[in-house]
C-alpha cells in the first residue's frame, strides 16, 4: 500500500522545540513557561478552573443540597473503559463525602446509552438525584421520562450533542453551546473528575487535592483507552495518573495490573491503552461492566483477586470473537470486493460487543472508514471508525432518516438501524462517500515530525524524547526522516523471515535499524541503492549494554519523492 509522507517543515534548529512547535506547544523558541507546563506541569496551579464549565456550579449546589437532605444519589454510567471508571470514581467521592449512593451501569444487551428501565431502577432504590457519567447527551426522551417520574437529572458527558440539548435538570458537557470552558477534549470520567474538583470546594476535607490526586489512576484510564488529545489538562491527567497507577491504592486496580503481567514501575500509555484498558472493557463488551466497576471500587483483597482473575478470563473471551469477526469479515470484504468502496459497510451475526474493535482492526488494515452491524432480531445495531480525513458522525448525518439512533464523535460512532433499512442505509452512505470523500483522505499517512540527518541521532537525544510521555492522540510518538542512506549487514529475521534488519549508513555514521513484518517486496532491499526512512528512535539494551535503534515505519527508494506538509 503507498503511503504519503507529511514531513512537517523544520523551523528550529532544536529538535525538541521543533517536536513541541508541531504539537501546538510553543510558536516560539522563547516561550519556556508553555515548555515548563508540558514537561513539568504543577497539578495545583495548571488544571483549569472547574466552574468555567457550564451548569458545573449548579450541579455542586445540588449535589450540596442532596447531602444537607440526606437524599440518595444514582449514577448512571457507560459500560466502558471511560464510564465504569467514571462512575467508580464519582461513587467513591461520595462516598468519601458520606452521601448514599446506587450505580446502575447497563449490559450492552440493554443497549448504550440512558434507558426508561435503568432510570426505573434508580427510582425504586429511592434515588431523588440521578447523575449520568459518559452518556445522556442525544437521550431526549429519557431525559423527559426522568422528569415525569420525579427525578432530578443531570447529565455530564463529553460526546458531540445533537442541534439541540435534552431538558434534563442540569446538562455538563464542555462541547455544548454556551459552554466557554477551555478544553473541549475531555473524556467523560474527566467531565466527573471536574465536577468532583467542584465539589471539593464544597467538601474541602473530604475531596481535597490528596483525594483527587491518588483517583488520578481512574481518569488516567478512561483519558487514554477513550483516545482524546493528550495536550492540555488531558496531559496533566495522563501524566499524573501513571505516576499514581505505578503505586496505586486501588486494591483492584493493583491485582490487574498483577493478573496482565505488568511491572508496575514502568506502566506507560501503552500498557494501559492496550492491557489495562481492554481488560475493563471485556465484560462491558461481552455482556454486563458491573464486575469491571466492583474491581474498581473493592476494599476486600480477595474479591479484588477474584474479580481480576475473572476480567482476565472475559478478555481472553472478548480476543478470540474479535479474532472470529476479523476473520468473517476480512473473507466477505474480499469475496464482494468492498475495499473498492469509499466506506466499508457490513453486517454478521457477531457479539456486538467486540464490533468496535474490530472495525477499528479493519480501518486500519484498509485505511477507509468501517462500519459493523451485528444482526439482533429485527435490528441491526453498528459500530463505525474513520480515517483521520472523515468525520465519521457528519457522514452518519447524512442518512440520519434512515437510523434510529446514533452519537460519537469524529473518529468513532456507534448507532443502530431497523433491518428494513438497510438497503436504504447502504445507499445512501455510499452516495454520501462518493460526493464528501476524497482519494486522498483514503491513503494512509505518515506523519513526520522533522527531517534529520543521522549524526544528530544520539541517546541525549533518546532521554530528551521520553520527557514527551505519555504518547497518544495528539502528542504521537516522536517520527523523523532521513534521505538517502544505504544499508549494511542486510537480513531478515524471526520465525517467518518477516523482520529486516540492517544498519543505516550516511557519510559520517552508521545507526541500527529494524521493520517489524516487512510489508514490501523483499528484492527492494540491496546494498547498492539509498532509500528514504521514516522511523521512530529507540534503545536496544542486554546484558547491561545499549544501542540506538531505529524502528522503520515506512521506507522508499530514493528517488520517490515524499509529499511535504
Not at 451475526?349 to 484498509?366: C, D, F, H, M, N
Not at 523523523?480 to 518477516?498: A, L, P, S, Y
Not at 550516511?506 to 540491496?526: A, G, N, V, W
Amino acid at each position: 500500500m503507498n503511503k504519503i509522507w507529511q514531513v512537517s517543515p523544520r523551523k528550529f534548529d532544536d529538535l525538541v522545540d521543533q517536536l513541541l512547535y508541531n504539537r501546538g506547544v510553543i510558536k516560539v523558541e522563547a516561550d519556556e513557561e508553555a515548555k515548563r507546563i508540558f514537561f513539568e506541569p504543577d497539578f495545583a496551579k495548571n488544571l483549569h478552573d472547574p466552574f468555567l464549565m457550564k451548569n458545573l456550579a449548579k450541579a455542586v449546589d445540588r449535589i450540596k443540597l442532596a447531602y444537607e437532605n440526606k437524599e440518595k444519589i444514582g449514577i448512571f454510567a457507560d459500560y466502558d473503559a471511560d464510564g465504569v471508571p467514571g462512575a467508580a470514581l464519582f461513587y467513591r467521592a461520595l462516598k468519601q463525602i458520606g452521601i448514599q449512593c446506587e450505580v446502575y451501569i447497563p449490559s450492552r444487551v440493554e443497549g448504550y446509552g440512558l434507558s426508561k428501565s435503568g432510570l426505573d431502577f434508580l427510582k425504586e432504590k429511592k434515588c431523588e438525584l440521578v447523575i449520568t457519567i459518559d452518556l445522556g447527551i442525544r437521550s431526549f426522551a429519557e431525559a423527559e421520562y426522568a422528569k415525569k417520574i420525579g427525578l432530578d437529572l443531570i447529565i455530564t458527558d463529553h460526546h458531540l450533542p445533537d442541534e439541540k440539548i435534552p431538558e434534563a435538570f442540569l446538562v455538563i458537557n464542555p462541547k455544548q453551546p454556551g459552554d466557554n470552558y477551555p478544553n473541549k477534549d475531555l473524556c467523560g470520567c474527566a467531565v466527573a473528575f471536574k465536577l468532583v474538583q467542584g465539589l471539593g470546594k464544597v467538601f474541602p476535607k473530604g475531596l481535597d487535592e490528596k483525594f483527587l490526586k491518588w483517583n488520578l489512576d481512574l481518569v488516567a484510564i478512561s483519558t487514554i483507552s477513550d483516545v482524546v488529545p493528550l495536550s492540555d489538562e488531558n496531559r496533566i491527567i495522563a501524566q499524573f495518573g501513571l505516576i499514581v497507577m505505578r503505586k496505586s491504592h486501588n486494591l483492584g486496580l493493583a491485582e490487574l495490573i498483577k493478573i496482565a503481567n505488568l511491572d508496575p514501575k514502568n506502566i506507560g500509555a501503552y500498557h494501559v491503552g492496550f492491557q489495562i484498558g481492554p481488560r475493563i472493557n471485556a465484560p462491558g463488551r461481552m455482556g454486563k461492566a458491573t464486575k469491571s466497576f466492583e474491581l474498581l471500587v473493592t476494599e476486600d483483597e480477595k474479591e479484588a483477586k477474584e474479580l481480576a482473575q475473572w476480567l482476565n478470563s472475559e478478555n481472553e473471551s472478548r480476543q478470540a470473537a474479535m479474532d472470529t469477526t476479523e476473520k468473517e469479515a476480512d473473507e466477505y470484504i474480499a469475496e464482494n470486493k468492498l475495499a473498492e468502496n469509499k466506506v466499508i459497510i457490513l453486517r454478521g451475526k457477531w457479539q456486538k460487543g467486540v464490533i468496535g474493535p474490530t472495525a477499528s482492526r479493519l480501518v486500519e488494515k484498509y485505511s477507509r472508514p468501517v462500519i459493523l452491524f451485528a444482526e439482533e432480531g429485527t435490528n441491526l445495531v453498528g459500530s463505525a471508525r474513520s480515517v483521520s480525513g472523515v468525520h465519521i458522525l457528519e457522514l452518519l448525518s447524512e442518512a440520519k432518516e434512515s437510523i434510529e439512533k446514533f452519537g460519537g464523535h469524529a473518529g468513532a460512532a456507534g448507532l443502530s438501524i431497523k433491518s428494513v433499512n438497510w438497503q436504504k442505509f447502504q445507499t445512501k452512505i455510499a452516495k454520501v462517500a462518493e460526493e464528501k470523500i476524497k482519494d486522498s483522505d483514503l491513503v494512509k499517512k505518515v506523519k513526520i515530525d522533522a527531517e534529520v540527518k543521522l549524526p544528530e541521532l544520539s541517546k541525549k537525544l533518546y532521554e530528551k524524547l521520553l520527557r514527551f510521555e505519555p504518547f497518544g492522540m495528539g502528542n504521537p510518538r516522536p517520527t523523523f526522516m532521513t534521505e538517502k542512506v544505504g544499508f549494511e549487514n542486510i537480513r531478515f529475521v524471526g520465525r517467518d523471515q518477516n523482520h529486516f534488519q540492517a544498519r543505516a549508513v550516511d557519510e559520517m555514521e552508521k545507526i541500527k535499524l529494524i521493520h517489524f513484518s516487512f510489508p514490501y517486496d523483499k528484492s527492494m532491499i540491496t546494498s547498492d541503492q539509498h532509500y528514504d526512512i521514516a522511523f521512530t528512535l529507540n534503545l536496544d539494551e542486554w546484558n547491561g549494554n545499549s544501542e540506538l535503534c531505529l524502528h522503520i515505519i515506512d521506507l522508499k527508494s530514493a528517488h520517490t519523492h515524499s509529499q511535504r506538509l
